[in-house]
Structures are given as C-alpha cells and as structure tokens.
C-alpha cells in the first residue's frame, strides 16, 4: 500500500479546512438571511399552498440535497461518500412556495439519510417553538410522517398503492415542484 506523500496530506487538510469555512460561513449568514417565518408569515404561506394546491396548514416544504466536495475529508473520509459515488455534505433545506428558504441544517456527512437529519434538527426536537397547532411539512418518502411532517406515500416491494394514496402523491408532486425550483435556484 503507498502511503500518501507529504503534498497530498497538506492538499487533503486544505480541503478540509475550505469546506469546513464554508460550512460554518454558510452557517454565519444563515441567521442574517435565513429564518424560520413568524406566525403571521406562516399563514400568509399555509393560504397560498391550500388555495393552489389544497394542503391546508402546509407552511414549507422539506428535502435533503447533496453538496459535493472535490475530495474526501481526511477525517472519516468515508461517511462522505454518498449513494451516488461521490464525496458530498448532506443539507436540509426547508422552503417556502415562493422558493425562499427558511431553514438550514447543514454539514451532515454526504451517507447520512434525510430523515435521520431531520430527526437530529432543532425544527424537529424543538417543533413546539416552530409549528403552530395543525402546521406541517411537506416532503418526499426519504421522510417518515410525524405530527409536522407529510410525506409521499412510498411504493414498497410487493405494495401497490392505493387509488386514493396515488391521488394523494400526485397533488403533492406539484407542490414539491416548488421545492426542486428551490434548490435548483440556489445551486446553481
């Protein structure tokens, strides 16, 4: 086994010190820019979901995204190694209809699963300071349906969908359209 060179070691902690910046840059800003709606704000979202697409109460929309990184980290390297091959940061972003993004959770290892991001994030363990009575989210079947979060029903092995259930995905698809405008904006 060749052992890394001095060259390579110092190029691998440069990078791990780049995305660590940006991480906790990306953090810093986070309180400025980003913020979970008041009360007010939420209600102006929830009418605007339920009247164009009929889910009352929805004041967001949910999804993980991947953010790759050039280079695994020297530090347990191999948790940032995703499903799809590369080495990536996992995100959580909590959206508005308009594509304005309200919350953050952000600088898990690219492996982590959404959902397990989700159940680890203050808007989860801390759902009384952020939802009102009835308030939720929607999300894709990455997610496991709580009290705060709706997700799509998921077609498993050998389980065909009801007409209803079926019904249901297809209403909610449209909304989560919004939600890929959302993060394809902020991406780019």
Not at 47 to 66: E, P
Not at 92 to 98: E, G, H, T
Not at 156 to 166: A, D, F, H, K, T
Request: hydrophobic share 40%; net charge positive.
């Amino acid at each position: 086994m060749k052992h890394p060179s001095r060259r390579s070691i110092k190029l691998w902690a440069s990078v791990n010190e780049c995305v660590m910046r940006a991480c906790s840059a990306i953090l810093k800003l986070q309180k400025k820019v980003i913020g979970w709606p008041e009360e007010e704000e939420r209600e102006m979202i929830s009418a605007w979901i339920s009247k164009a697409h009929g889910f009352v109460n929805c004041v967001g929309l949910i999804d993980g995204t991947l953010f790759p990184l050039a280079f695994a980290l020297m530090l347990n390297g191999e948790d940032y190694f995703t499903r799809k091959g590369n080495y990536a940061i996992k995100g959580l972003i909590i959206c508005n209809d308009a594509a304005k993004i309200t919350w953050v959770e952000m600088g898990w290892p690219g492996s982590v699963h959404d959902n397990c991001v989700w159940s680890n994030s203050d808007v989860y363990l801390l759902k009384y300071k952020y939802f009102n009575n009835k308030e939720y989210l929607l999300g894709d079947s990455a997610f496991s349906a709580s009290p705060v979060l709706v997700p799509t029903f998921n077609k498993g092995c050998n389980y065909n969908l009801s007409e209803e259930q079926r019904y249901f995905n297809t209403k909610l698809v449209k909304v989560h359209i919004k939600r890929e405008h959302c993060l394809g904006l902020h991406k780019v």
